[in-house]
């Protein structure tokens, strides 16, 4: 394909397609959110995203949006933010839906992570005679996916490290309180940060102290949307021991069959045996007494899990940090301070000694989430 060159209108529908893909938001995993606009003689004739998986993708959606309201495809141009499918999955190729709608030219955000899928349906459009031009908002096409690009590559799930504390860097006092740190907006936003994650984890020394739900709550979404109830969090909670109590939210409450415990070869069978009639039991190898951390990203991006939310208190933290484990971090500061040696740390563990060898944030961004402050930065 020859270098491509796209003009204001062009970079003005891509944005307009990339809003549409953030309405599949929290309901797409394990597929990417993918929003696409079919365009002629300059008017937006078909809209669609995906809205969730198993469903219609974005392009066959505009058709049909196209179709469905007396417009004629043929002719067209299609904006899509990332390459289409090439291959038969739950649904058919992109690909053939594109030629079949006598498509003319497709404009496209960002190509597949997938080694062996990327470039692949360009070469088939070609060849059916349809004009492609690519990297149109490439960045934010790309960044939209983050986490799907990751695993789809690595197929391990992208780490986020989310943190509420004090300006001094602490997450609760010396005797444990904890509530609340951060104010209602700033919760608002971490419940949005778990609705659009896979899993949420947590070690067992914050079930408990805290006792939590681990759930995301959402009001506003009509109950007919199609993105409304696709998808459950899953609860992920460290417990080499199998410490968790039989009464906890985490294994009593109306999902317990959606929480995981990773224990080790310390646990007792009998609790063991016990906490199986209610959730699902992992023994992960072991790693200095504490769960294999590496092990269970594997075991989680086998079974799709896509993207992790670590809220898991300092040790749990500072643990995938250690390890080099994490790609982004999600850092709330309320405009408090607690004090004491003894009051618990966001990330503890048992430190950097070389501070030539801390860990380095890159990509930082600073919002203010009503009182508080939100950082959000990559990793490494």
Partial sequence: MPPATFNDQDRRIMRLALALARRGYGSTSPNPMVGALLVKKGEIIGRGWHCRAGGPHAEVEAIAHAVKTGKDPRGSALYVTLEPCSSYGRTPPCTEAIASAGISRVIVGTTDPNPSHAGRAYRILEKSGIAVSTGLLAEESERLNESFNHWIVHRSPFVTVKAAMTLDGKIATAQGESKWITADKARAWSMNLRKGSDAILVGINTILA????????????????????????RRIILDSKART???????????????????????????????????????APDREGKVDLKWLLRRLGGESVTSLVVEGGGEVNASFLEQGLVHRVAFFYAPKIFGGRGARKAVAGSGIRDAGKAVHLKSIEWRRIGVDILMTARVG
């Fill in 210 to 233: 805290d006792d939590p739900s681990l759930t995301f709550r959402i009001t506003g979404i009509p109950k007919k949307s199609k993105t409304a109830g696709q998808r459950i969090l």
């Fill in 245 to 283: 109590p039989m009464e906890s939210q985490v294994v009593s409450d109306s999902e317990a069959r959606h929480t995981t415990l990773v224990v080790t070869k310390a646990a007792a069978r009998r609790k063991i045996a016990a906490l199986e009639k209610r959730v699902t039991v992992w023994t």
